[in-house]
């Protein structure tokens, strides 16, 4: 599975580009929040059951397999971490060690979501790389495609499809059309929920045409679009919504906090 480079690497050059993006509302302080946990988060697990060895106990090993979970780490350790990292927030500001662009340290909702943030992202890679392409999660990917020789091509797929496809493209430009009176959020709002719509309606043929109907049928030819929009729903887009809901609103109402010489 992919060591601590890349998982730092990924998660890092994310931030750095929504720092970008947000003109500071996703701060260095959410960088490295999003960064530790991407990678030493799940991972710390694997520490405990290297703890554990010295003493010939199989709880480290209980922990680190509870603990190397997505859903599982938050649950376990997410309240605890995200006061642990709201006071570090705090003493790295007040101390002048970590700069916050707003001079707040970050709340406790936002460490708590930088933490769900980080998790998902560690298993984005993970359930790629890891068990010599074998993970529970990437063979249920692959078995939603079509492997029994040459797909056959359904009529009604190919009309489904292209109509899905054809809505998609007509509904943003429909969306984003030029016009007098315009506001970039509501048509990224728009474009959003039109997206939303199309994935559900797509994953929903995709699970009749495999799940619901005997015998199965390949639900678009070959390809494994329903493992592939799950997963990336999952482990792609669901982290970087947590980092978007982590971010710094535009306006503070909180007084930045007198940082200390040192």
């Known amino acids: 599975m992919p060591g601590p480079g890349p998982h730092m690497m990924y998660a890092m050059g994310t931030g750095l580009a929504?720092?970008?993006?947000?003109?500071?509302?996703?701060?260095?302080?959410?960088?490295?929040?999003?960064?530790?946990?991407?990678?030493?988060?799940?991972?710390?697990?694997?520490?405990s059951e290297w703890l554990g060895s010295f003493f010939r106990s199989s709880f480290g090993s209980s922990l680190a397999d509870a603990i190397h979970h997505p859903f599982y780490y938050v649950i376990i350790l997410g309240f605890p971490l995200c006061v642990l990292y709201s006071l570090l927030s705090r003493i790295l500001l007040l101390k002048g060690l970590l700069d916050s662009v707003s001079g707040v340290p970050l709340t406790k909702r936002q460490c708590f979501l930088l933490?769900?943030?980080?998790?998902?992202?560690?298993?984005?890679l993970d359930h790629l790389f890891?068990?010599?392409?074998?993970?529970?999660?990437?063979?249920?990917?692959?078995?939603?495609?079509?492997?029994?020789?040459?797909?056959?091509?359904?009529?009604?797929?190919?009309?489904?499809?292209?109509?899905?496809?054809?809505?998609?493209?007509?509904?943003?430009i429909y969306i984003n059309?030029?016009?007098?009176?315009?506001?970039?959020?509501?048509?990224?709002?728009?474009?959003?929920?039109?997206?939303?719509?199309?994935?559900?309606?797509?994953?929903?043929?995709?699970?009749?045409q495999i799940f619901w109907v005997n015998p199965r049928r390949a639900a678009v030819g070959e390809e494994a679009d329903l493992g592939v929009l799950v997963f990336l729903a999952i482990y792609f887009f669901l982290p970087h919504l947590f980092c978007i809901m982590s971010?710094?609103?535009k306006d503070h109402h909180v007084e930045a906090l007198p940082l200390m010489t040192v």
């Open 18 to 47: 929504m720092t970008k993006l947000s003109n500071g509302r996703f701060s260095p302080h959410h960088t490295l929040t999003y960064t530790i946990n991407a990678f030493f988060g799940p991972d710390i697990g694997s520490f």
């Open 115 to 124: 933490i769900c943030a980080g998790s998902f992202s560690h298993f984005f």
């Open 130 to 172: 890891e068990e010599n392409g074998q993970s529970s999660m990437y063979v249920w990917i692959l078995s939603t495609g079509w492997w029994k020789g040459r797909a056959p091509i359904n009529p009604d797929a190919v009309i489904v499809i292209a109509v899905l496809c054809t809505c998609l493209i007509g509904g943003f």
């Open 177 to 208: 059309r030029v016009k007098p009176a315009k506001s970039a959020r509501n048509q990224s709002y728009h474009s959003a929920s039109l997206i939303l719509i199309i994935a559900s309606l797509y994953c929903l043929w995709c699970f009749s």
């Open 247 to 249: 971010m710094n609103p």
